[in-house]
């Protein structure tokens, strides 16, 4: 339901809504929830001083409740850490 919501939130955002996944990631300390988008659109999610994904930030944890969520904007451009 949170990366439905979270996903449905970016792609009003973004200039490529077909390029916005969101992945549900659990893992011991919680939930992260994995945001990836167009390299052109990386900015737009971020915004001007981090306010826009500040936002995004607020509104998932506000629906979240007492479970908590966090999420992580991925740069698709950086190759994976190994």
């Not at 992260?32 to 915004?47: A, F, M, Q, S």
């Not at 506000?62 to 190759?79: N, S, Y």
Request: aromatic share 2%; no cysteine; charged share 35%.
């Amino acid at each position: 339901m949170l990366a439905d919501a979270l996903e449905h939130l970016v792609r009003g955002v973004v200039d490529h809504p077909d390029d916005v996944s969101v992945r549900d990631k659990q893992l011991r300390r919680g939930s992260i929830l994995e945001v990836r988008v167009h390299p052109d659109d990386l900015g737009k999610v971020i915004g001007r001083g981090g306010r826009t994904a500040s936002a995004f930030r607020t509104v998932v944890s506000a629906l979240a409740g007492r479970e908590g969520a966090r999420i992580d904007f991925v740069d698709v451009d950086r190759a994976p850490r190994r």
